[in-house]
C-alpha cells in the first residue's frame, strides 16, 4: 500500500483527505468531543496514526492536545509541516513506521487516531501496530478508528471487520461501533460500509 499512497500523493489523487473534510468530518468532531483533551498538559498527548497532510493532527492541536503525527510518506510530511506556521498547532510530524511505533515516537500517549491506516495493512502488520501502540499508550487510553468494512475494491484498502480489530489489538477493548453517516457520499464510499470504532485501553 505504501507505494500505492507515495504515488497518489505524488500524483495530487487523494480522495480520502476529500472526504476527510466534507463527508465524515462533523461525525469525527462529535467524537473528539467526547475524548476531550485533560486539564494536565503532560497527559493531554495524542498520537495520530496515517496521518496523511495533517489536517486531523491540527484539528487535535486546536482542541488543545500535544500531538505526535506519522506517516510513512515523504511528501505528505512535507506538506503537513508546511501547514503549522499558518495553523500555530502544536504539532510533531514524523517520517516513520506505523508498525514499529516505539522506533519513531515516545510514550504515554491518551489518545490516539487513526483515520483509514488500519485498514489498508496486512494481517502481520496489524499485529506489529497494535503491539506498538500498546506500548506508546497509557492504560485508560482512548483510540478512534475509522475503517471501510472488509471486502475487495481493486485498489482501496481491504477494510477491516471488528474481529479484526480485537485481535490486532489484544489488551484495547471495543466500546463503540458506529457505522458512518454516508448519505451524499459517492457511492463506491457508501458501498464500503465505513465505521468508526472506538477503543479503550485495559
Not at 491506516?117 to 506498538?132: M, V
Not at 463503540?176 to 479503550?200: C, H, N, Q, W, Y
Request: hydrophobic share 45%; with cysteine; proline share 5%.
Amino acid at each position: 500500500m505504501n507505494l500505492g499512497y507515495r504515488l497518489a500523493y505524488r500524483l495530487g489523487f487523494t480522495p480520502w483527505e476529500n472526504a476527510g473534510r466534507s463527508i465524515f468530518a462533523e461525525q469525527l468532531r462529535h467524537l473528539l468531543d467526547e475524548v476531550a483533551a485533560p486539564g494536565d498538559a503532560a497527559k493531554a498527548k495524542a498520537l495520530d496514526l496515517g496521518c496523511g497532510t495533517g489536517d486531523h493532527s491540527i484539528e487535535l492541536a486546536i482542541r488543545g492536545w500535544s500531538v505526535t503525527a506519522v506517516d510513512s510518506v515523504p511528501l505528505a510530511i512535507e506538506r503537513a509541516r508546511a501547514k503549522l506556521p499558518v495553523a500555530g498547532a502544536d504539532v510533531t510530524f514524523v517520517l516513520g513506521d506505523v508498525t514499529n511505533l516505539p522506533a519513531y515516537v515516545d510514550h504515554a500517549y491518551t489518545l490516539a487516531l487513526d483515520v483509514g491506516c488500519f485498514h489498508g495493512l496486512a494481517d502481520e502488520q496489524r499485529i506489529a501496530y497494535g503491539t506498538g501502540l500498546t506500548a506508546v499508550t497509557e492504560p485508560g487510553a482512548v483510540f478512534l478508528m475509522f475503517s471501510f468494512s472488509p471486502g475487495h475494491r481493486g485498489p482501496l484498502p481491504r477494510g477491516a471487520s471488528r474481529a479484526d480489530v480485537e485481535r490486532a489489538l489484544d489488551g484495547w477493548t471495543i466500546v463503540g461501533d458506529d457505522a458512518m453517516d454516508t448519505s451524499g457520499a459517492p457511492g463506491i464510499l457508501a458501498k464500503a460500509e465505513p465505521r468508526f470504532f472506538r477503543l479503550v485501553r485495559d
